[in-house]
């Protein structure tokens, strides 16, 4: 499958330090951050519904990383790097992280440029993106639906513009996942012919309903909304 490439429209941190600072300089207040993820659980509209009750909505799952990396770039043009190598599981409902992901360091600077990376785990069988909820049809009829994504691709998310993080700063980066944007190409006809197994479930993933599977993953290509809060 083509590498995904998300553009966000972000805000984000860049060098974490972690509290084994060089104790022979001078003590200063670091800029903390709270990096935080929500999935978009609110009705979803799905096109060429003749009525009102034609909505997907997705309350519950998980998505998991392998990697977060993160790039800045000063006003000089110097880069700075670092990585966050291990698994992350991301609660769609309720953006809790496992494990956590707060308190985090960086420093004090004025940056022109912040990119980071979100590397989807691909380790084993299991889908690194799912994502369950219910598709409402025209008759009104609400009919269980799961969305699986497996595969390693990587997100990349980036902001330009100057971005300055003072001494002291308690600042919150929240990345919100959004199926409105992913699904925003399937038609309300798509999802009523979709088949169903043995459970009655609509399941959307490569080997199964793989036409609207296609939509869906180019819908991943879409802007998601990452907001920075001070």
């Not at 670092?82 to 707060?102: C, K, M, N, R």
């Amino acid at each position: 499958m083509k590498n995904l490439k998300t553009k966000l429209s972000v805000i984000v941190l860049t060098v974490f330090m972690f509290a084994s600072c060089d104790n022979s300089k001078e003590e200063i207040s670091s800029p903390t951050v709270q990096m935080s993820f929500k999935g978009n659980t609110s009705s979803i509209a799905v096109p060429a519904g003749r009525v009102l009750s034609n909505s997907l909505e997705f309350t519950s799952g998980t998505i998991k990383l392998v990697q977060i990396q993160f790039q800045a770039e000063t006003d000089e043009a110097d880069s700075i790097e670092a990585s966050i190598e291990q698994i992350v599981e991301i609660d769609f409902a309720t953006g809790a992280t496992t494990p956590d992901l707060s308190g985090l360091t960086f420093p004090v600077g004025t940056y022109s440029e912040v990119e980071v990376e979100l590397e989807l785990l691909d380790e084993n069988d299991q889908p690194s993106v799912l994502i369950e909820g219910t598709f409402t049809d025209a008759n009104n009829e609400s009919h269980p639906i799961r969305f699986e994504f497996n595969s390693g691709e990587t997100f990349e998310v980036e902001k330009e513009g100057s971005i300055t993080f003072e001494e002291g700063a308690s600042v919150l980066a929240e990345v919100t996942f959004d199926p409105a944007v992913w699904f925003a190409g399937v038609t309300m006809e798509e999802l009523s012919a979709a088949s169903k197994n043995n459970d009655g479930m609509i399941v959307i993933s490569e080997t199964s309903n793989p036409e609207i599977f296609d939509i869906v993953a180019d819908g991943l290509d879409l802007a998601t909304e990452v907001e920075l809060k001070f």
